[in-house]
């Protein structure tokens, strides 16, 4: 080799690695700033911000948002995909849930009542018109059962699979999973940045909370004493 030929070679060979240290230098840049930036979306949407501005339907603590969040606080349901992220917030929660579960508890036994004194009348009427006896009050109860099944765990999948895409399936999990308070979290309604929810959704959906529970408990209540 000539002493012109290894000259070549090493400028080439700095070069190269200069370029590969510039090439290196450059994707260290890039993928700490797109961290950065992913970062930053991921709190601005826990902040209730999206890409497509903070006026979409997900309305993380709007109105509609936080009354979602209140009623899964005070029954316990706790779907996890929204908190508060401030300590005053925090503390606020632990008080708003230390009064507010007691209340709903007393709520829901009101409600479960109300649905049983319902059932009663209607068995009772039936006994004077018809003369039955066993058979009315048999009858009331199956009906109620029902129709509590059509309300509360049949009918609104078929509503969840229209706004959310769920198929029936999922719907009816989540359903269940949520008058029963296990509130996994991984099904949550209104969370979906590329569907419209109109205003009342979720508002709707939170009176069904109170309601599915307060029948749903009356259900376990019977379960509960035919086992024993």
Not at 141 to 169: H, I, M, N, R
Request: proline share 3%.
């Amino acid at each position: 080799e000539t002493k012109s030929e290894v000259v070549l070679v090493c400028d080439f060979t700095r070069q190269y690695w200069k370029c590969q240290s510039h090439e290196l230098a450059v994707r260290v840049f890039v993928g700490s700033h797109i961290v950065v930036s992913l970062q930053g979306i991921i709190q601005a949407y826990k902040g209730g911000i999206t890409l497509q501005g903070n006026t979409t339907n997900l309305g993380r603590w709007d109105f509609t948002g936080s009354f979602f969040f209140s009623i899964s606080a005070i029954t316990t349901i706790g779907y996890g995909n929204l908190s508060p992220s401030t300590v005053a917030g925090r503390i606020f929660c632990i008080l708003f849930a230390l009064f507010g579960i007691p209340l709903n508890l007393v709520l829901l036994n009101e409600i479960g009542q109300l649905m049983l004194l319902g059932v009663q009348h209607c068995a009772h009427r039936l006994e004077e018109v018809f003369h039955w006896q066993k058979k009315a009050s048999l009858l009331v109860k199956t009906c109620a059962l029902v129709t509590g099944l059509l309300l509360f765990l049949l009918l609104p999948p078929l509503l969840f699979s229209d706004k959310e895409g769920w198929s029936y399936e999922e719907g009816f999990y989540y359903s269940f999973v949520t008058l029963s308070t296990i509130g996994f979290g991984d099904y949550v309604i209104g969370m979906n940045p590329d569907r419209t929810y109109p205003g009342w959704y979720k508002n709707v959906i939170s009176l069904w909370i109170l309601f599915g529970m307060a029948w749903l408990a009356l259900v376990i209540k019977f379960c509960i004493s035919f086992l024993e």
